[in-house]
């Protein structure tokens, strides 16, 4: 049975924060409805999500008004809500598949035939086709994404909350993975909250959009109503949400016409920098490699889009072309500039001292690369170590304060972020000290439309001053905007399926 959600004047506050991260609310959701939750990068939607869970801990922060899960305040220990994390990583709890499908059923007490009848069900339904005691460490984060619907699926709660279910899954899968998440609540009849910035994939498939802004509630309605207001479309827009149709073109084409500019095609000229040579890559300890048969010449100056569905090796290879993880066989080398007065080839054998200022590499999970307690400490941490002056460090954290918009965040503690601002952090941190080669995994997930525009800002800034950029993304408008070649991984036999031009990916492949 589903349970609807009331709030009345709710806000919260993390504890290191001098104003609310949303709120005060008033608003209701009635039982069984299902309502897209958007808002600019930083409104609290994350926050929220995790009140409605009830997983917000006393000590973390403060609340004011009143938020009710039926007649009851958020209790995680009834059972009545299941809830997808943002961080693919952080949801993950055992060793093999199918045990982490089993967990959330054995703390609802269901029958040992049950469960064991769910499982198999539940994986097919968010798309693994992995045995049970697959390891969940060789997992890619679209499908640790996918593992952790997979035991949302098997426990059919009273209400799903979705916190950007799609933002690591590829764009020709994620109808797929959309309509499984609604087959699911369907068979419960659950009230559903589900935030996603890929409006376009959900508008047709909810009753009502809530939109979170700076100053609290923006709007809240059926979908056509919110989106079909000129006057309030404007708003939205000016809010960085992304506005569906707001010219009659497709989705992509919306995002395009944000770009702050264009980059037409890669450099043809510039030195090659990165060589691989019949390369595998596997994550250590592996048996097999993730990906095999690579054979690439990266030239400075050039972006480089590496593509392909979930599992097809894109993290590992990203891993390994930045000498974070050794070949599994063949040799990544480095040439020119970028192994000037170095006496090893091979990235990896690079003490970090001369890896750091040549090749900064940007996880998948940003939470795990941040070294200080604010904001701007962790940006002037590359500049510093790379000899800058401490004028030249000032000016650079200033000017990618401003641009990534995190000027109010500069002293607020990393962890403390929500997750866009977290993506945002990362990525500028490590094109803080310019390295000669950026390698990015999903830079852009999370983002509104003003903070993806003024990231392709600072990527194609990184690309005028002659550095690389190679980056993993399902986000073909991003890949398109700084004119990045394609590399296309295949699942299927772990090889490089194909290669195109700036451009020419999106006539074959459109983001639906």
Do not use: Y
């Amino acid at each position: 049975m589903a349970l609807p959600i009331t709030a009345h004047r709710f806000s919260w506050r993390h504890a290191d924060r001098d104003e609310p991260a949303f709120g005060p609310l008033d608003l209701t959701i009635s039982a069984g409805e299902k309502v897209l939750l958007l808002g600019p990068s930083g409104a609290g939607k994350t926050t929220l999500l995790h009140a409605i869970a009830g997983v917000l801990p006393a000590e973390s922060g403060e609340a004011a008004g009143r938020l009710l899960i039926g007649d009851r305040p958020p209790d995680p220990r009834r059972d009545e809500t299941g809830l997808v994390l943002q961080d693919p990583d952080s949801q993950v709890i055992f060793s093999r598949v199918g045990d982490d499908v089993a967990f959330g059923m054995e703390n609802l007490g269901l029958p040992a035939d049950v469960i064991a009848a769910r499982i198999p069900t539940s994986l097919a339904a968010m798309g693994l086709d992995l045995p049970h005691d697959h390891p969940t460490a060789a997992l890619s984060g679209g499908q640790k994404q996918r593992l952790a619907m997979a035991g949302i699926h098997a426990m059919a709660p009273q209400i799903v909350i979705l916190d950007e279910p799609t933002a690591n899954i590829d764009p020709d899968s994620a109808a797929s993975v959309r309509d499984a998440v609604l087959e699911t609540r369907a068979a419960t009849s659950a009230t559903m909250v589900i935030v996603e910035h890929r409006v376009e994939l959900w508008l047709d498939h909810v009753d009502t959009v809530i939109v979170l802004g700076p100053g609290g509630l923006l709007a809240q309605g059926p979908p056509r109503s919110v989106f079909g207001d000129p006057a309030l479309a404007e708003v939205l827009v000016g809010c960085g949400i992304w506005v569906p149709e707001r010219t009659g073109s497709a989705p992509e084409e919306n995002r395009n016409s944000l770009m702050p500019s264009s980059r037409a095609a890669a450099k043809p000229d510039g030195e090659v920098v990165l060589r691989t040579e019949k390369l595998s890559a596997a994550r250590p300890g592996a048996k097999v490699p993730a990906a095999a048969g690579l054979d690439l010449s990266i030239r400075a100056g050039e972006a480089v889009g590496i593509v392909g569905a979930n599992g097809a090796g894109k993290s590992t290879l990203a891993l390994t072309l930045a000498g974070l993880i050794p070949e599994f066989s063949g040799q990544v080398s480095a040439l020119g500039s970028l192994r000037s007065g170095v006496r090893h080839a091979r990235p990896f054998r690079w003490p970090s001292a001369v890896l750091a200022p040549r090749i900064g590499m940007v996880f998948q999970e940003p939470e795990h690369q941040f070294l200080r307690s604010s904001v701007a400490e962790e940006l002037a941490l590359g500049p510093r170590l790379a000899g800058w002056s401490g004028a030249q460090v000032d000016e650079r954290v200033a000017e990618l304060l401003q641009v990534l918009n995190l000027e109010k965040l500069a002293e607020a503690h990393p962890q403390g972020l929500s997750g866009g601002e977290k993506r945002r952090l990362s990525v500028a941190a490590m094109m803080a000290p310019r390295p000669q080669v950026l390698i990015v995994d999903e830079p852009t997930f999370g983002q509104d439309a003003l903070t993806w525009s003024g990231l392709v800002e600072q990527f194609l800034d990184v690309l005028e001053r002659g550095s690389t950029v190679v980056a993993i993304s399902h986000d073909h408008a991003f890949l398109d905007a700084i004119g990045a070649r394609r590399v296309v991984l295949s699942v299927a036999e772990g090889r490089i399926a194909g290669t195109s031009g700036a451009g020419e990916f999106r006539k074959e492949q459109r983001i639906e």
